[in-house]
């Protein structure tokens, strides 16, 4: 089944304890790009990646970090949490970055920093 | 930076009523996306307009695209509890390869 997978779905962590968030596509898809959403502000762009190596910050990259060594996988980093980054965070791909080439998104990682 | 509001914010109809969610864009769209997001799930693409006029049907839900390409809306007729879900318009950002979200319209069908 084609999908995007997200890991862990609940996550509830301590102001700067290093965590990761895994992302990972089997639909051999260039674009991955991460989101946040959180209420009244919709879903706002953390990075995205074009391709294996190649990634940029999108609207909200303070305090996160990626890496997308393989096609399929494009992890999260979040080095030192603090509580405004508790919020859910979905990941998405796309076979390519077009209009043609609709986002899949994951089911979303629900972060809490206490 | 270009900014969709959508309205309203929150619906909560009964089973069987007719309903309209809209989506204005502070500049005009390059290509409109509505997704629904069903409570925990991430948004499904539900439809893409890029034509202005341009009107798409998904069974019992109708997309309008603005003449000026500027305004959307989302027409669903006889709603069903299954409908229940926040609907969210999107835009491809031409100035970056990034999506640009609405912060949605929740939606609520009352069997």
């Known amino acids: 089944e084609a999908q995007v997978t997200q890991n862990p779905r609940y996550l509830i962590t301590v102001t700067g304890k290093k965590l990761t968030v895994t992302c990972s596509q089997n639909m051999n898809h260039e674009y991955m790009s991460w989101y946040r959403q959180d209420p009244g502000l919709g879903l706002r762009q953390i990075y995205y990646s074009m391709n294996v190596e190649v990634t940029d910050k999108g609207d909200v990259p303070e305090g996160y970090k990626v890496s997308r060594k393989e096609k399929r996988n494009f992890p999260l980093i979040l080095e030192s949490p603090s509580p405004n980054q508790t919020s859910l965070y979905f990941c998405a791909s796309s076979l390519t970055a077009s209009y043609n080439s609709p986002l899949h998104f994951g089911n979303g990682t629900r972060l809490t920093v206490t | 930076t270009q900014l969709l509001e959508q309205s309203p914010q929150f619906l909560s109809i009964q089973e069987g009523e007719n309903l309209t969610v809209y989506c204005n864009s502070s500049s005009v769209f390059s290509s409109l996306q509505w997704y629904r997001q069903e409570p925990g799930e991430g948004p499904v693409l539900l439809v893409t307009v890029v034509t202005g006029g341009e009107v798409k049907k998904l069974k019992r839900l109708t997309f309008q695209f603005g003449d000026a390409r500027k305004d959307s809306s989302l027409h669903i007729t006889a709603a069903q509890p299954g409908d229940t879900g926040l609907y969210l318009c999107?835009?491809?950002?031409?100035?970056?390869?990034?999506?640009?979200f609405g912060a949605g319209t929740r939606l609520f069908v009352k069997a």
């Open positions: 999107a835009d491809e950002d031409t100035g970056g390869f990034k999506t640009i």
